[in-house]
T-cell receptor, first 116, second 108 residues
């Protein structure tokens, strides 16, 4: 099946710093990618829809200036958590759909962010 | 996305079939039924999806009722590695909204 690579898998940073997470579709093009966040023992929560070449669409309650999304190519979307604070500590997961085929979404392996 | 209801947890015996139910009584005609699973600390893994007809692949079978108000995911021979949270999602298009899922524990 299609592969979505997410990097880094784990990051620890100090409060106030910014962290960038990359999501790549390795063997397909993805006009649209999605970013989710998951807190311990909870389900995935959709944060935003990333659209290649245009602005991301954010879900209600998600701060767009806090979570910067860039989708500059058909195979790469990035999520930058700006001025991270301990409450931003979470598991961040991206997903992408193959433009050529089907309705399936493929997910990355996730990034565990810990803000000290 | 359609609202889905799943039991919060389920145990099943290794080697036996695991039948995971999902209610989606408000599903629209153009919404697919998707099943994903998430093993601890990993991203969700696609299992199967369908619209009206029953579907089967190398991982599982999906049985959708004729009125499309419910479905059952069948893992034919559960193994310990099938222990995970299983999510049933009703959606059209790209965006998937995850509910609480069913936490499945496969026991030896």
């Amino acid at each position: 099946g299609a592969v979505v690579s997410q990097h880094p898998s784990r990051v620890i940073c100090k409060s106030g710093t910014s962290v960038k997470i990359e999501c790549r579709s390795l063997d397909f093009q993805a006009t649209t990618m999605f970013w989710y966040r998951q807190f311990p023992k909870q389900s995935l929560m959709l944060m935003a829809t990333s659209n290649e070449g245009s602005k991301a669409t954010y879900e209600q309650g998600v701060e767009k200036d806090k979570f910067l999304i860039n989708h500059a190519s058909l195979t790469l979307s990035t999520l930058t958590v700006t001025s991270a604070h301990p409450e931003d500590s979470s598991f961040y997961i991206c997903s992408a759909r193959d433009d050529r085929a089907g309705e399936k979404l493929f997910f990355g392996s996730g990034t565990q962010l810990s803000v000290l | 996305d359609a609202k889905t209801t799943q039991p919060p947890s389920m145990d099943c015996a290794e080697g036996r079939a695991a039948n995971l139910p999902c209610n989606h009584s408000t599903i629209s005609g153009n919404e697919y039924v998707y099943w994903y699973r998430q093993i601890h600390s990993q991203g969700p893994q696609y299992i199967i999806h369908g619209l009206k007809n029953n579907e089967t692949n190398e991982m599982a079978s999906l049985i959708i009722t004729e009125d499309r108000k419910s479905s059952t995911l069948i893992l034919p021979h559960a193994t310990l590695r099938d222990t995970a949270v299983y999510y049933c999602i009703g959606a059209a298009g790209n965006k998937l909204t995850f509910g609480g899922g069913t936490r499945v524990l496969v026991k030896p």
